[in-house]
Each structure stands twice: as C-alpha cells, then as structure tokens.
C-alpha cells in the first residue's frame, strides 16, 4: 500500500471513528470543529512518520514516550483522535524490521509499553499481538547481538502480555517463548535480565495449565547452566513452580543433586529448599538414595603405609567440587532429619550412619567434616542405639571430644582416627530392628 492510499484509508477511519466515539467521552466531548482539527493534527503526524527516514522517526518517537507515558487507553484514543490503534500498527511494524539493527529498539520498546500498559482496556494489546509482537519480542530475546537493556525491555513487555490472562500466556508459550526465555535467563550477562526472565517464566507457569508442565521440565533442562546468578535464579523459579505441581518429575534428582556441587552459598541454599520440599513427593526416595550416595563419592585408593607394611592408608581423592557437594549433602541430610522422625528412620536403612563417619575422615575438606559432625550428632542424639555403635567406631576418648563440641573434633584427629572413620564397616541393622521391636 502506497503513502497517499494509506492516508486515505486513514482519513477515512479517522472520521469515521471520531463520529462514532464523540459521544462515549462525557465532558470531554470534542466540537465537531475541534473533532476536524485533532483528525488533521493526527493526520499530519501519521503523514510525517511515513515519509520520515529513522532520524525523524527517532525523533517523533522521543517527543510521544515523553508525553505519553503513564495515559489510559482512553486518553491516548483522545489524543489520536480515536485512531491510536493506527500509530501502534506503524510502531510495531517499523521494530519489526528494525529490531536486528538496535539503533532506536530501545525507544520503540518504551513506547509499546504505553500502549501495551494503557488501563482500562485490552485493545492495543490484541492489535499488537495480530501484529506478530510476540514473535519480534522473542526474536529480540534470542538475537545474538541485542542488547541486555533491550533484552530487559522485551522481557517487561512480555511480562505485561503474559499478566493479561491464560489466552496470552499461551500465546507466548505457542511461539516457543518458554526456550527463548529459558535461555535469556541462562545465557544473559546482566542480573537484571537474568531476575526479569526468571519472574516471566514464573508468571507463565501460573494460571496455565496446558503449558504449566512445559515450563516445569525446561527448568529441569536449565539446571546444567554455569552461571551461579541464573543457576540461584533457576533454582528459586523451580521451587515455586514446583508447589503447584501434582507430581515430580524423575529427570529433576539427578541435575539437583549436581548443583550441590556449586561453591556459592546461594545457589546451595536454593537446592536445599528444593530438596526439602521434593520430601513431599514421589521422588523422595530416590532423592535420598542420592544424598546419602554423595556422602562416600568416589573409590578409595589404598596405598602402604611407609612406616608399618601392616597399616593401610586410604586416601580419598576427587576434586574441590566433590568435596563441596559431599559437605552440602551432609548438611541438606541434617536438615531432612531434623523436620522428620519418619524420614530419620529411611536415612538409617540407607547407611547414613557409615557414610556420615566416612565423611567425618575426609582430612581434604573441613567443611565436609564439620557437616557430616553436625549431622550424625543429630542421630547420635535422637538415637540411643547409633550412641552406641558410633561410640564403639570412634573410641571413647574421640567420641568424648564429639559429644562435646562436634563441630570443631575434626581439628584434633590424628591420622589413625581419621582412617579408622574412612573405613568403618558400622552395621546399623541392630538399631532399625530394635526400633521396630520397641515400636
């Protein structure tokens, strides 16, 4: 469509509209002269937009977000003389191909969000939708070279799609949206993005069932990132997602327990509270395999001692971020115990005991130690028959020392104490069938 026959048809709606619409503003009524001089204002700013190269639009842009922002859908109509709906359709279009240059996508993208945000009715967001503004926001998200600020914009407008209701959530969704976003959160350089991302896909799960699941696995999927920021980020938007959820997936465990592994205490402290919720579900058990699993991670090399052809050493090895998830396992154990009698008792019939006191001999890492101390005091504390054989592995003189102060008794083995805890052989059988029979 030409310029001239563009502003005829527009010249035609506006007049048309404006008869139309004239009675439903109240005491904002216009004249029917002051009707013919707001059509002709609007109809020579639409005439400069068309014929204006980037600069002049630039420009033009500039000039509405600065008077705009914040206006209703009514007052926008009034100021367009019932025809907004006809800038936005231009807007839209024009960031539609111009998006892959970024020279004004930020200016476009403050002034959807007038339209896009305006109360009281939903009209530019349909028209911005038949448009295909979806598809150029998300296409904005996965172009390699936008920029994090208008990353960030496309994400806020998306936001105030997907906050419309359960039909444009689905649309989002439709056009791949929850990938796109998935991987803006992991891959983004700023934490600003990284926090946007994570509340839309948030709201995408919400009030969404046909793609609430959908959104649910890609999480899943996104647990693999190397990111501490977004892994923190993923692994809070999980767990709220995960309460609305019937069930748990399986794929979840393995990739959770891995995060265990992450140095940074936040990231940790998500996947605790993850883990601790999963107790709830059908995983649980497999979950719980798996922790008491990281506490002994790797095979143990002998090695002759070079005093005595009699004593054995055993040395653990493995690499810093084993160790780290060896002592964030021994603490998300603590923690499962202490909410759950019940749970306490499974942990047992796994050999949470052996491993514990294995852990407690890993010279390589404090951290781990002083976990694993904390946590089988627990036990030791709650059961009187783990008193027992705990006190018959480590000798009355360590575990006079552990009972004391458990958290700092790893600063004063020696090493035969320290070996006798790797390779401890406790048999806690005894204590499940005498819980069973005083039961």
Not at 99 to 120: D, R, V
Not at 200 to 228: A, F, W
Not at 238 to 250: D, E, G, S
Request: with cysteine.
């Amino acid at each position: 469509m030409t310029s001239s026959s563009m502003m005829s048809s527009g010249r035609e709606q506006l007049t048309c509209c404006s008869m139309k619409n004239s009675d439903k503003q109240g005491n904002k009524t216009m004249s029917t002269q002051e009707q013919q001089a707001n059509i002709g204002k609007v109809l020579s700013f639409l005439r400069e937009w068309d014929r204006g190269d980037m600069r002049v639009r630039g420009r033009m842009l500039s000039t509405f977000v600065t008077q705009n922002t914040g206006k209703t859908f009514y007052e926008l109509e009034l100021e367009f003389a019932q025809v907004a709906s006809l800038f936005l359709a231009r807007l839209t279009t024009w960031m539609k191909l111009t998006y892959m240059l970024g020279t004004f996508l930020g200016l476009q993208l403050k002034a959807l969000g007038i339209f896009l945000s305006a109360s009281c009715h939903d009209q530019y967001l349909i028209n911005f939708l038949e448009d295909g503004g979806v598809l150029t926001l998300l296409n904005i998200l996965s172009h390699s070279q936008s920029k994090d600020d208008d990353k960030a914009g496309a994400i806020k407008l998306l936001l105030t799609v997907s906050k419309a209701g359960r039909k444009y959530k689905e649309i989002i969704c439709e056009s791949h949206g929850v990938k796109v976003i998935g991987e803006c959160l992991a891959t983004s350089n700023r934490d600003e993005t990284k926090e946007a991302a994570s509340v839309l896909l948030e709201s995408l799960s919400h009030g969404n069932p046909r793609y609430q699941d959908q959104v649910y696995k890609y999480l899943i999927t996104c647990m693999t990132c190397s990111s501490p920021k977004s892994l923190q980020l993923i692994l809070h938007t999980l767990c709220i997602v995960q309460r609305k959820m019937k069930t748990a997936h399986y794929s979840i465990v393995e990739p959770l327990l891995n995060t265990l592994r992450s140095p940074h205490l936040e990231v940790q402290d998500e996947a605790i509270k993850l883990i601790l919720d999963l107790k709830h579900y059908d995983v649980k058990a497999v979950l719980l395999t798996g922790l008491v699993a990281l506490l002994r991670p790797i095979k143990e090399k002998v090695h002759q001692h070079q005093i005595s052809k009699e004593f054995k050493m055993t040395e653990m090895t493995g690499s810093f971020p084993v160790f780290v998830q060896q002592a964030a396992a021994a603490k998300t154990i603590r923690l499962l115990a202490e909410e759950d009698q019940e749970l306490s008792r499974e942990l047992l019939s796994l050999g949470v005991i052996q491993h514990l006191l294995h852990t407690m001999g890993n010279r390589e890492h404090p951290d781990a130690q002083i976990q694993a101390s904390l946590t089988l005091e627990y036990f030791v504390v709650s059961f009187p028959a783990v008193e027992d054989q705990v006190q018959r592995v480590m000798g009355s003189a360590l575990f006079a020392e552990f009972k004391n102060k458990a958290d700092t008794v790893y600063m004063n083995m020696n090493e035969t104490e320290e070996e006798m805890l790797l390779t401890n052989q406790i048999n806690m059988s005894q204590v499940l069938n005498g819980n069973k029979s005083d039961s």
